[in-house]
């Protein structure tokens, strides 16, 4: 019987892994100021790129991405270290919205105070601040299932590996077929089966 948490973990991890990658390249922090001063502070704020953002977490998301990638395609140990690399990741973007939260906005206030426009003006957080938050608690709420139940999810067959050479082929025979007489069928049939029917 399959583990039901496979299904429901994988669409929560990719959707938090998605939604944290979008998020942490866009603008957490804006900068709210009067129509009058709104021209001067446009051009002060895309000459300076990425300084409401924080950069982390957008890598980190499409980290988590990847580490789902793996864990569908993996199998064994190898996927169980991937799902522990998944969690640490997912726990780093935490980390890095926690030290956002707590800096970012005074970090942009400061430059403004230094090379900003004089004018008056209110930070406020946007919300892909709040989707950041939203899709780093799904990673983790995901990756801590991964992590405990990744054992008993189901695997890519072994179909999809990479052919052996014929000195790594153990445990099964080769099939000869003779492709001048064979119905297609049987040749179908030796391919599905992992037989290379033309040695």
Same mark, same amino acid.
């Given at each position: 019987?399959?583990?039901?948490?496979?299904?429901?973990?994988?669409?929560?991890?990719?959707?938090?892994?998605?939604?944290?990658?979008?998020?942490? !390249? =866009?603008?957490?922090?804006?900068?709210?100021?009067?129509? @009058?001063?709104?021209?001067?502070?446009?051009?002060?704020?895309?000459? !300076?790129?990425?300084?409401?953002?924080? /950069?982390?977490?957008?890598?980190?998301?499409?980290?988590?991405?990847?580490?789902?990638?793996?864990?569908?395609?993996?199998?064994?140990? /190898?996927?169980?270290?991937?799902?522990?690399?998944?969690?640490?990741? $997912?726990?780093?973007?935490?980390?890095?919205?926690?030290?956002?939260?707590?800096?970012?906005?005074?970090?942009?206030?400061?430059?403004?105070?230094?090379?900003?426009?004089?004018?008056?003006?209110?930070?406020?957080?946007?919300?892909?601040?709040? $989707?950041?938050?939203?899709?780093?608690?799904?990673?983790?709420?995901?990756?801590?299932?991964?992590?405990? @139940?990744?054992?008993?999810?189901?695997?890519?067959?072994?179909?999809?590996?990479? /052919?052996?050479?014929?000195?790594?082929?153990?445990?099964?025979?080769?099939?000869?077929?003779?492709?001048?007489?064979?119905?297609?069928?049987?040749?179908? =049939?030796?391919?599905?089966?992992? !037989?290379?029917?033309?040695?």
């Amino acid at each position: 019987m399959s583990d039901r948490t496979f299904g429901p973990s994988v669409l929560v991890g990719l959707a938090g892994s998605g939604l944290a990658a979008t998020a942490g !390249h =866009k603008d957490w922090v804006a900068v709210e100021s009067s129509a @009058r001063n709104e021209g001067a502070m446009t051009f002060f704020w895309e000459s !300076h790129p990425g300084l409401g953002q924080m /950069p982390l977490a957008g890598a980190l998301g499409l980290l988590l991405l990847a580490c789902w990638g793996v864990v569908l395609v993996s199998r064994g140990r /190898p996927r169980r270290a991937v799902a522990v690399l998944g969690l640490g990741t $997912a726990l780093a973007l935490v980390a890095t919205w926690v030290v956002g939260w707590s800096s970012l906005r005074d970090d942009v206030a400061a430059r403004l105070a230094t090379s900003g426009p004089e004018v008056g003006q209110t930070l406020a957080w946007t919300p892909w601040f709040f $989707a950041a938050g939203v899709g780093a608690a799904l990673a983790v709420a995901a990756s801590a299932v991964a992590v405990v @139940r990744v054992a008993g999810w189901p695997e890519m067959g072994s179909r999809y590996d990479a /052919p052996a050479t014929a000195s790594a082929v153990t445990g099964s025979e080769v099939v000869a077929v003779d492709l001048s007489e064979a119905d297609p069928t049987d040749v179908w =049939k030796a391919i599905d089966e992992g !037989h290379d029917p033309t040695r």
